[in-house]
């Protein structure tokens, strides 16, 4: 039992980690990337303007969705927990980026307001949509069992439920 329980805790604790490095390697590579290509100024060489700002978190916010996504899926159990506990680090990390953009000035105050705003719905959003994934799964899963007839039966019953605002 309790290597059971520990093994739940490793894969716990590395689907949050992962989940979060999925968010912040990517980011660092782009941001880095367009730092190179002269699209972004490096950092304290000047404030980002709108613009440049607009375009970080245009790829910023989706990669929160998607490390949320991937501690949910890595998740064994409560795959929304795991989403929303990267969106908690994302939501931490956020605040100590805004107080580095107002201390330094380094880009627009919106910016990090806007950081620290999405980290816990963008990551929710992940796991989300790994649980909605989970339970197409299971009913294709489940529809795939039956003969021809029952199938027939459940999807009917599935366009019934879903018109009538039943899950």
């Known amino acids: 039992m309790a290597s059971f329980i520990n093994t739940n805790v490793y894969r716990s604790i590395g689907a949050v980690v992962l989940g979060t490095l999925a968010i912040i390697i990517p980011a660092v590579v782009i941001d880095t990337a367009l730092q190179f290509a002269g699209v972004f100024p490096f950092t304290g060489e000047k404030k980002f303007a709108d613009w440049q700002s607009m375009l970080a978190l245009s790829y910023h916010v989706p990669l929160i969705v998607v490390g949320g996504y991937l501690a949910a899926w890595l998740a064994s159990k409560k795959p929304l927990a795991h989403a929303l506990t990267v969106g908690a680090i994302g939501f931490l990390m956020s605040i100590l980026g805004q107080i580095a953009i ?66």
């Not at 307001?113 to 009913?139: E, T, Y």
Request: glycine share 8%; net charge positive; aromatic share 10%.
């Open 102 to 167: 107002e201390l330094k000035d380094l880009a627009p105050t919106w910016y990090g307001w806007m950081l620290i705003v999405f980290a816990f719905p963008a990551a929710g959003l992940g796991g989300f949509l790994h649980i909605l994934q989970r339970r197409q799964l299971s009913l294709t899963r489940r529809c795939t069992q039956h003969s021809p007839a029952s199938r027939l039966m459940l999807a009917r019953s599935s366009r019934h439920q879903s018109r009538h605002g039943r899950a």
